[in-house]
């Protein structure tokens, strides 16, 4: 299992979840959960899940956006791993992606 996979089940099993998951039809944006963390699948408090990103991976935040309130998160680090979450108002992060070869595109739009 690759280490950022590793990490993400290491942060995952130290009970903070177990449960149902929040994924919905594709293209289609998950629910802010408002359940406890530990009631959403691949959901944990935002606070460890950045702590353990940037501390044992390196990673960096390299996006953030918001939609009624929920941001989207993507973390990535100098070897192009990334993890892509959404993090609601009240501290809840829940991993919707992990990927590698991210880069940034060099003829895309300036924010």
Not at 21 to 47: F, Y
């Amino acid at each position: 299992m690759p280490k950022i996979q590793s990490l993400i089940a290491a942060v995952l099993a130290t009970g903070i979840l177990s449960g149902n998951s929040i994924a919905g039809e594709p293209g289609e944006m998950p629910p802010v959960p408002k359940a406890k963390p530990e009631e959403v699948e691949n959901c944990v408090g935002t606070a460890p899940l950045k702590a353990a990103l940037t501390h044992s991976l390196d990673m960096k935040q390299v996006f953030v956006g918001q939609v009624e309130g929920v941001l989207l998160e993507l973390f990535a680090n100098q070897d192009g791993k990334w993890i892509q979450f959404l993090t609601s108002p009240d501290g809840i992060s829940c991993v919707l992606l992990t990927g590698e070869g991210w880069r940034v595109a060099r003829d895309g739009p300036q924010a």
